[in-house]
């Protein structure tokens, strides 16, 4: 069986300087997931993003991790309604093109 691509949180913490209690509360709310593998702590390479974006908000803005979920849920509705908003103005497009002619 092929083991999935994983960073060691202990590395990933002293490289990004945070500490590793911050990440184990993301990872209890259910932010991220960590993986254990052989009593040690790893980070699936696709969550490295997300949990960057995370440490980013908590260290640049000094949010809490109650407000890095309310901040990610408020990312996530501007993104779905600037997708629908994309949408829309192609429809409009296709009506407009008939419109002239």
């Not at 979920?69 to 407009?96: A, C, M, N, W």
């Amino acid at each position: 069986m092929q083991q999935p691509e994983v960073v060691a949180l202990k590395h990933f913490c002293k490289l990004h300087e945070v500490e590793l209690t911050f990440i184990e509360e993301l990872d209890t709310l259910g932010i991220i997931q960590i993986v254990y593998l052989d009593n040690e702590c790893f980070l699936k390479l696709e969550e490295i993003a997300l949990l960057e974006r995370c440490i980013r908000l908590h260290c640049d803005l000094n949010l809490s991790v109650e407000g890095i979920i309310t901040v990610g849920h408020l990312i996530d509705t501007v993104d779905e309604l600037s997708d629908e908003l994309r949408k829309l103005r192609s429809r409009l497009k296709v009506y407009e093109e008939l419109e002239g002619e």
